[in-house]
């Protein structure tokens, strides 16, 4: 037995000969040499395995071939960008995960255009002279909403934690204890006030807090009164909160300035959508909060930004700070964010921006565009398995980790599988492969495909890449079956 196994092994291509085929040198361009090297020893691992189980070719020449071929295939993959467009077939609108709010043409024309050569990022054309990124759309922000001023960060915790820095460092925060919350991703309040050097001090408990509990936690250390907006998550029953009316009028009287992190950047009402009421930036500051501060990539729709409004004297010093410099975003983001405002100031918004697109489509078109997909699919695959295809009413949401109680009716595309197992195997085939991979949820043994994140122009592609996988999954034997299998399997290795 050993020694008919090491004969066996003996017809392994050696590593250098490996390293000097033209899949090594291609990997080469690509990966340090270290990682190569790291790859053929993997290659040849596997190789070693199949073929002391005895399923490999034991032929020398079929070995290389095989060989070569795995590493080709690490090539194609070390080759491919890891952040690759997906189909979101969830349902949720925006899925953290998957990138939160998709861009619509119009800004990403505008981006394409600013972004190829050069651009006004800091020139003023006016008077041939430096201008500054941070009032490039300070003007626009602050006046969408309704504020005096605004400066624009790279995402919602660096405006939280800017203003914790800059108004705050040294001194007392106050916030309630109900407003003590976790938006994932480690955006915690207290670490994020104490990383600002702030002291928190909590008042009320976590389900009721009073005015009065405020009142007294003021002291002359007290720099700034914070309200959270409690956008992930719902407190009900025995509860009670001083609305931001209350606590403005509260922080004007002992002249302390207060800041709401309003979290979602909803510019318009959501009730439009049939969905709850989602508090709006331009209302708080109506309601007196001296700063507020929004995400740009939630509810608003737009690139990854966060954006900080209020009053002029407490923006510039939000600006002054030398932490803004660390914040500040680059082209790409002024670009996206600028086109995406601009619609909103010329009322275009539920048209122009997918995410608000997305939340306004009809019941009826959703369930039209469920069954584009089930026909193209169905047409794509042998009769028993179009069988398995159907469509049924859904529920999708927000996300975002915006209004977690809200629930959106949708309709999906359904595969109903054999068993859990083959459920996990056609979602796994889903996600897999060179095409835009396909997320998708599974439930109770059932794949489900919700078209309401679904774009039009990706209903093909998701009827492909479903077929394929149902194609995949399903008894091999049939030619293609067996050969899209293998095609699959590889795909998972990344
Ligand atoms: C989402 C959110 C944040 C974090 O915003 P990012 O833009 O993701 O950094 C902070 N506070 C609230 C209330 C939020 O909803």
């Not at 004969?7 to 490996?18: C, D, F, I, S």
């Not at 095989?66 to 590493?71: D, K, P, Y």
């Amino acid at each position: 037995m050993e020694s008919d196994a090491s004969g066996r092994l003996r017809a392994l291509p050696p590593a250098h000969e490996l390293l000097e085929s033209s899949a090594a040198r291609a990997l080469s361009a690509a990966l340090p040499h270290e990682a190569v090297r790291a790859l053929v020893r993997k290659v040849l691992e596997e190789l070693r395995r199949d073929l002391l189980a005895g399923s490999a070719p034991s032929d020398r020449d079929d070995l290389r071939r095989r060989a070569i071929q795995a590493l080709e295939g690490e090539a194609a993959r070390a080759r491919a960008p890891r952040l690759r467009p997906v189909i979101n077939a969830t349902g949720v609108v925006l899925h953290t995960n998957l990138g939160r709010a998709p861009l619509g043409d119009e800004v990403l024309t505008h981006l394409a255009r600013v972004s190829r050569g050069y651009a006004t990022l800091e020139y003023d054309l006016e008077h041939g002279r430096r201008g500054h990124r941070d009032r490039l759309i300070s003007a626009l922000a602050a006046s969408l909403l309704g504020a005096e001023d605004a400066l624009v960060v790279n995402n919602n915790a660096a405006a939280v934690l800017l203003a914790a820095t800059a108004l705050a460092a040294g001194r007392e925060v106050v916030v309630s204890r109900g407003e003590l919350v976790e938006i994932g991703g480690a955006f915690r309040v207290p670490d994020i006030l104490a990383a600002g050097g702030a002291r928190m001090v909590e008042v009320g408990t976590t389900n009721r807090t009073r005015l009065s509990d405020y009142e007294r936690a003021i002291g002359p250390d007290t720099a700034l009164l914070l309200k959270v907006h409690r956008s992930n998550f719902a407190l009900v029953g025995f509860t009670a909160e001083v609305s931001l009316r209350e606590l403005a009028a509260l922080g004007r009287a002992r002249s302390v300035p207060v800041f709401e992190d309003q979290g979602s950047g909803a510019l318009i009402d959501t009730r439009t959508f049939g969905l709850p009421r989602e508090p709006t930036a331009r209302q708080s500051i109506a309601d007196g909060a001296d700063l507020v501060s929004v995400s740009g990539d939630k509810l608003l729709g737009g690139p990854q930004a966060g954006i900080v409004a209020g009053r002029a004297k407490l923006i510039e010093a939000l600006r002054r700070h030398p932490l803004a410099r660390a914040m500040r975003p680059g082209r790409l983001v002024f670009a996206a964010l600028e086109a995406t405002l601009r619609i909103y100031a010329e009322g275009r918004a539920v048209e122009a921006i997918p995410t608000l697109a997305m939340l306004a489509v009809r019941p009826e078109t959703l369930r039209a565009r469920a069954e584009a997909l089930l026909a193209a699919t169905r047409a794509l695959v042998p009769a028993e398995q179009a069988g398995a295809l159907a469509i049924e009413a859904s529920e999708g949401r927000v996300g975002g980790g915006a209004m977690p109680t809200a629930r959106l009716p949708s309709w999906a595309v359904v595969v109903a599988a054999r068993d859990g197992a083959h459920a996990a195997a056609i979602e796994e085939a889903l996600r897999g492969g060179e095409d835009p991979p396909v997320i998708a949820r599974v439930q109770g043994g059932r794949i489900v495909l919700d078209v309401r994140t679904i774009a039009d122009d990706e209903l093909m592609p998701a009827a492909r890449k479903l077929a394929r996988a149902l194609g995949g999954t399903h008894e091999i034997g049939q030619d293609a079956g067996e050969g899209e299998r293998r095609e699959t399997n590889d795909d998972m290795g990344e």
